[in-house]
């Protein structure tokens, strides 16, 4: 079963309840759907823009942030170690990104896709992001927070 730990660097305090609320809802489901037994960890850092420019620069050298960085630590998908990778979400690249949605609902969409990432999903090419986009939806449908 997939789990993690949420380090809050850049949120209000007040959304970390809601925000976990629905990412824990979220991890029920990608362990259920994707039927998932293995125990795994993963850490979620949800970070500002600053930190996420230089995380970016550092790991892409793309200077700019974006909203979501996720490091698999087991490139070859063949994860054997408890702790699988971790994840870098902008809070404030997801508002900006949230003016139809709320924030909740941006953030979860971010850790969902992150997590995706962190179990070898990709959106390479349009073959893979049909199958990822469309896990994607049919959690954030489930969650009732389709976009």
Do not use: W
């Not at 629905?22 to 998932?36: E, R, W």
């Not at 620069?57 to 408890?82: C, G, M, Q, W």
């Not at 404030?92 to 990432?117: D, P, V």
Request: glycine letters at 2%.
């Amino acid at each position: 079963m997939l789990n993690y730990t949420l380090n809050l660097h850049c949120a209000q305090k007040n959304e970390l309840k809601e925000i976990n609320h629905y990412f824990k809802t979220a991890m029920k489901i990608i362990n259920q759907s994707l039927k998932i037994t293995k125990k795994r960890l993963f850490e979620v850092s949800l970070i500002d823009d600053k930190a996420m420019k230089t995380i970016n620069y550092k790991y892409r050298h793309i200077n700019k942030p974006t909203d979501v960085l996720s490091f698999a630590f087991d490139d070859s998908h063949t994860i054997e170690t408890t702790l699988i990778g971790e994840i870098f979400i902008d809070v404030q690249q997801a508002q900006r990104q949230s003016i139809k949605n709320n924030l909740i609902a941006e953030l979860t969409l971010l850790f969902i896709h992150g997590t995706l990432h962190l179990l070898g999903y990709d959106h390479a090419n349009n073959k893979d992001e049909k199958c990822m986009f469309s896990i994607q939806n049919k959690i954030m449908k489930q969650l009732n927070l389709l976009r």
